[in-house]
C-alpha cells in the first residue's frame, strides 16, 4: 500500500509561482510511475504532468506546458511539481497519483490507471 502527502498549495496571484510536493511510502519509490491530477468542481479530475518511473519520460496536459515542470527525488521518495505563470484557470485540488506495474520508461495519463491518491491540495489564483 503506497501513502501519498501533498503540499505546497495555497493562495497566489496570477502571473506567480507554485512548488507543490508529494511524499510516498509504502513501497519502492523508483518502482512507481507518478502523476498529478487537478479537479476543479463541476470537472472531470485531469492530469496535468506525469513521470516516469526512471524520470526520463514525461507528459503535460496542452494547457501547462512550457509553465509546468514535473520532477522526482528517487533517493528522496519525492515528486514535485512546479507551477510558473499560473491562471486563474489553473484555480483546482491537485492530487499526486502513483501508478505500478509499468516498465522504466513508460507512464500513464488516465487516472483509472493509477492505485493510490494522495488527499489533494488546494490551488488558487486571484486574477
Known amino acids: 500500500q503506497v501513502q501519498l502527502v501533498e503540499s505546497g498549495g495555497g493562495l497566489v496571484q496570477a502571473g506567480g509561482s507554485l512548488r507543490l510536493s508529494c511524499a510516498a511510502s509504502?513501497?519502492?519509490?523508483?518502482?512507481?510511475?507518478m502523476g498529478w491530477f487537478r479537479q476543479a468542481p463541476g470537472q472531470e479530475r485531469e492530469c496535468v504532468a506525469a513521470?516516469?518511473?526512471?524520470?526520463?519520460?514525461?507528459y503535460y496536459l496542452d494547457s501547462t506546458k512550457g509553465r509546468f515542470t514535473i520532477s522526482r527525488n528517487n533517493a528522496k521518495n519525492t515528486v514535485n511539481l512546479q507551477m510558473n505563470s499560473v491562471e486563474p484557470e489553473d484555480t483546482a485540488v491537485y492530487y499526486c497519483?502513483?501508478?505500478?506495474?509499468?516498465?522504466?520508461?513508460?507512464?500513464?495519463?488516465?487516472?483509472?490507471?493509477?492505485?493510490?491518491w494522495g488527499q489533494g491540495t488546494q490551488v488558487t489564483v486571484s486574477s
Open positions: 513521470i516516469s518511473r526512471s524520470g526520463v519520460s514525461t
Open positions: 509504502g513501497r519502492t519509490f523508483s518502482s512507481l510511475s
Open positions: 497519483a502513483a501508478a505500478i506495474g509499468l516498465v522504466y520508461s513508460a507512464l500513464r495519463t488516465r487516472k483509472d490507471d493509477y492505485v493510490s
